[in-house]
Nanobody, 115 residues
Framework: VQLVESGGGLVQPGGSLRLSCAASGFTFSSYAMSWYRQAPGKERELVAHITSAGSSTNYANSVKGRFTISGDNAKNTVYLQMNSLTREDTAVYYC?????????WGQGTQVTVSS
């Protein structure tokens, strides 16, 4: 199982970024996917989750209305569209899935919100 994140970077407050997580090694369409983040000195927290069929999503209260998780089964990729970013969104963002093979994490992608 491999999860590879991309799309992080430096963005000004109020800006947007779209993160991608390319999955391989398992049947992507059969499993739920999640995005987590970890800010310096803080615990890793769940940001967004999408079910295997994409029929249901849920979000941390801190990102509701600003972030959108989506999946593309044809590309084996899950996305996190992040709008209206604030400095509090600065963190390393990780892709996660629990599959037949157990828990898998990506290597993370840094998102820095700063002027």
């Amino acid at each position: 199982v491999q999860l590879v994140e991309s799309g992080g970077g430096l963005v000004q407050p109020g800006g947007s970024l779209r993160l991608s997580c390319a999955a391989s090694g398992f049947t992507f369409s059969s499993y739920a996917m999640s995005w987590y983040r970890q800010a310096p000195g803080k615990e890793r927290e769940l940001v967004a989750h999408i079910t295997s069929a994409g029929s249901s999503t849920n979000y941390a209260n801190s990102v509701k209305g600003r972030f959108t998780i989506s999946g593309d089964n044809a590309k084996n990729t899950v996305y996190l569209q992040m709008n209206s970013l604030t400095r509090e969104d600065t963190a390393v963002y990780y892709c996660y899935s629990y599959t037949y093979y157990g828990a898998s994490w990506g290597q993370g992608t840094q998102v820095t919100v700063s002027s």
